[in-house]
Structure formats: structure tokens, C-alpha cells
């Protein structure tokens, strides 16, 4: 059974600048997010502890390109996978969708919409029930901030193009913990 998960914040940057971020150097930017886990064991994007052990997993995380989405409001939709490097039945499959759509002049507000598969069938969803749905929420909440941050703190770039659309092409990404 998939279960949902949904975060929403605002940064302090317009939603042009965040557009253009995003159209042009969102795998970087989730690059950056990621890896910025990985200089401390606690912080790494699909790092969980449970009872005082440490978990954490090589995950590819898979991007499909920016996408403006019609509408009476500006939106934009990075949409992204991550799943463990070996197959592995022990962590979690997410998908989401990140979105992101001014406030105002000065603010856009992101939401993480997203979806993941507990690991182990039917006893990873009876674990899951149980309270493990905070271990994948952790992790994402914990990425999401630290992504957030980084498109806070990139200054938009004299270069980068304001494209109408950007294609679906998908990017894999292997982030190891």
C-alpha cells in the first residue's frame, strides 16, 4: 500500500528567479541537496535510525525536467524518484513531485508532493502502520529543507534562460551514504 506525503514551505525569492533555477540547474540544485547530507551520517537524504542503529543506502535518485504547468497561476513541476541501488527490498521506493508557485512579488511556496512504497509487502505496511512511515517522512522532510536552502541561496545567473518549456528528459543521479 503507498502511503502520501506532503510538505510545503516558502522561500524568500521570487518565483522568477526560482523558475529559472529550476528550468536550468534543477539536478544541481538536487544534487546539492542531496549531498549536502553526506558530511554528517545523520543528515544523508535516505539516511533513517531506528532503536540507535543507523540505516542508511545508495539510492538513485531519477529527475524528469523542469515543466510549466497551464494554469491561471504560474506553476512549475520537477518530478522526482529515488530508489535503492541494489533493488533492494529494505528501503523505500518515493516518487514526487516538486512544485513550486509565487506567493508574491518577493516569495514562491514549494510543495513536495509524494508517494512511497514501504519496503517488505505486507510486513513492511504492517510496520508502517505502526509508526515506521516516519523514517521515509524523516528523510524527506530533511532533504526538502536542505533543497530549499540551496535554491534559497543560488543567486540567479546572468545566463541562465527563461525557456518556454524544458523537455522530459529524465537524469539519474547516485547518491551514496
Keep these: 500500500m503507498k502511503q502520501h506525503v506532503h510538505l510545503y514551505d516558502a522561500v524568500n525569492r521570487p518565483y522568477s528567479d526560482v523558475r529559472s533555477a529550476l528550468a536550468n540547474r534543477s539536478l ?14 545523520h543528515e544523508s537524504a535516505l539516511h533513517v535510525e531506528v532503536g540507535g542503529i543507523a540505516l542508511a543506502k545508495e539510492v538513485h535518485l531519477d529527475v524528469k525536467g523542469f515543466r510549466d504547468i497551464p494554469g491561471r497561476v504560474p506553476l512549475g513541476r520537477v518530478s522526482i524518484r529515488w530508489s ?13 513531485d516538486l512544485e513550486a508557485e509565487p506567493i508574491d512579488e518577493e516569495r514562491t511556496m514549494f510543495s513536495l508532493l509524494g508517494l512511497y512504497q ?4 505486507l510486513v513492511g505496511a504492517a510496520l508502517d502502520r ?3 512511515h516516519r523514517l521515509a517522512e524523516t ?5 526538502f529543507k536542505r533543497l530549499l536552502a540551496a535554491i534559497e541561496d543560488s543567486a540567479p545567473e546572468p ?9 522530459d ?8 551514504h
Design 159 to 167: 545566463t541562465d534562460l527563461m525557456p518556454e518549456a524544458s523537455t
Design 84 to 96: 535503492p541501488a541494489d533493488h533492494s527490498s529494505l528501503f523505500p521506493v518515493i516518487e514526487a
Design 118 to 121: 514501504p519496503p517488505l509487502g
Design 28 to 41: 544541481e540544485l538536487l544534487k546539492r541537496a542531496a549531498e549536502a547530507g553526506l558530511s554528517g551520517a
Design 139 to 143: 528523510a524527506l522532510e530533511r532533504f
Design 169 to 176: 528528459e529524465s537524469t539519474r543521479l547516485t547518491v551514496k
Design 130 to 132: 505502526l509508526g515506521f
